[in-house]
């Protein structure tokens, strides 16, 4: 089913959750456990995130070598698992950055053989590698211009032309969004146009940036609603587990942290801080819920033990089914 029916046929508030691939060569049974664990609270969706290759470097017997790999290859695989092994939704993520138009249309036909109908179109940061473009290939610079390759796709329009039973795809295309703005950009109303692009070229629905004060959000939506965005946007939200959250959150995702509950954390010994952040983040929920906000996303990562806390509080709160 597609991510937009789910959100229309929805009778009680749906938590969706969003995971992230093993390093290359790790073990995908750690993060089946974790598919495994979740599952019980019959998520409506789960996403898995997309990477890019990047730069690294290695101490060899040679010494220290530079190489490029995508360090968390697997999307599609899991992809495939979560909808067919598992029949929830899968919402793999696509990026333009690190990937040819050509090798996207492969991926979404790949998908479509899988049947799966949701993706979300997202660019990627810049990782400090940029991939040569083959000669005759062609890339997709914003996000934008993603969902468009993407709706072309879906009226039937592929990038080989002349394709033998070209029928058009069927994907529900959603996308991001930032409610304390993209770090690139200039201000957050410039920011809201270019996800109102997003929408206009075919984006069904926005998913945001993790935020832990919900006003933010609220504000957010306002602007976008002011701008002409009629689309859901999903609340991303993520659960602070430990003190160094309180460093990295900040540091990779340019985001404000409350300062309630900055100081909570601060005054806490560290074996609290994972009861603190658990609170704070059922409260969120219920609020959104109360504003009748009708589906949360979480991003999980690949630890399921405090989203476990976390549905528990819910059903103790009343705000999930017990
Ligand atoms: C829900 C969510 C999921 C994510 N999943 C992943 C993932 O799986 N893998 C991963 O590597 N990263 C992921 N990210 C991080 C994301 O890749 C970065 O935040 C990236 O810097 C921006 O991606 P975007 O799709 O928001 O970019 P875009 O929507 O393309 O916007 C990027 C910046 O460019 C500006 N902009 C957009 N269009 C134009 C234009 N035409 N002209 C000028 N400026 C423009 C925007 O205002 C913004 O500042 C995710 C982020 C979110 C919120």
Known sequence: MKVIDHLKNTQEPKISFELIPPKRGGDIRSLLAVIDDIVKY?????????????????????GIQKKVKRKRPGTLGICALIQNKYNIDAVPHILTHGFTREETEDFLIELSYLGIENVLAIRGD??????????????????????????????????????LDAKPSGFCVGVSGYPEKHFEAPNLLTDIRHVKDKVD?????????????????????????????????????????????????????YINLPSSLVDEVLAAKPEQVLDIGVEWAANQVLDLINNNVPSVHFYIMQNSSPVIKLMNRLKEMKVVAA
């Not at 999903?234 to 003190?243: A, E, H």
């Open 201 to 253: 070229a075919g984006a069904d629905y926005v998913v945001t940036q993790m935020f832990f004060d919900n006003n933010t959000y609220f504000k957010y939506v306002e602007m976008c609603r002011k701008e002409g965005i009629k689309v859901p946007i999903i609340p991303g939200l993520k659960i602070l587990t430990n003190k160094t959250h309180l460093i990295n959150i900040p540091k990779n995702f």
């Open 42 to 62: 019959n998520p409506p969706f789960i996403d898995i995130t997309s990477h890019s290759a990047e730069v690294v470097y290695e101490e060899t017997n040679h």
């Open 126 to 163: 810049d990782n400090g590698y940029q991939k040569p473009v083959p000669e005759g290939k062609s890339v997709n610079k914003y996000a934008v211009d993603l969902v468009k390759q993407i709706a072309g796709m879906n009226n039937g329009k592929y990038l080989e032309e002349n394709l």
